[in-house]
């Protein structure tokens, strides 16, 4: 029950579903990327992308002193159909600004 509600809980903000759906068009991006491209402050974007973690939908890789976000694989059918209906609805979502350099 618990996993369930945090999976829901991730997805119950439309900056969150913005994100969401901006990681899984662009593949694997830097926070500094998403920081560019929906010109908000890095403690705002670290505190949406662990929401988004816990809930079950992106892994993290630390490379140095930065933090790069994907889509977790495997990811669950349930999980799956969610960042499906999310691309249906039409969400208007930045192009991708490199924010730095690696």
Same mark, same amino acid.
């Given at each position: 029950m618990e996993v369930f509600l945090q999976t829901i809980g991730a997805i119950n903000d439309e900056t969150r579903?913005? $994100?969401l759906h901006f990681i899984? $068009?662009?593949g694997e991006v830097c926070v500094c990327d998403l920081e560019s491209s929906f010109e908000m402050i890095q403690s705002r974007i670290s505190r949406h992308l662990k929401i988004l973690k816990d @809930? @079950?939908?992106l892994k993290v890789d630390r490379r140095g002193r930065?933090? +790069?976000y994907s889509i977790r694989s495997?990811?669950?059918q349930f999980r799956q /159909? $969610?960042?499906?209906e $999310? /691309? +249906? %609805?039409?969400? /208007? %979502?930045p192009p991708l600004k490199k924010g730095c350099e690696v």
């Open positions: 579903l913005k $994100i899984d $068009i662009n @809930g @079950g939908f930065w933090a +790069y495997p990811l669950d /159909s $969610i960042l499906k $999310i /691309s +249906y %609805i039409g969400l /208007s %979502i």
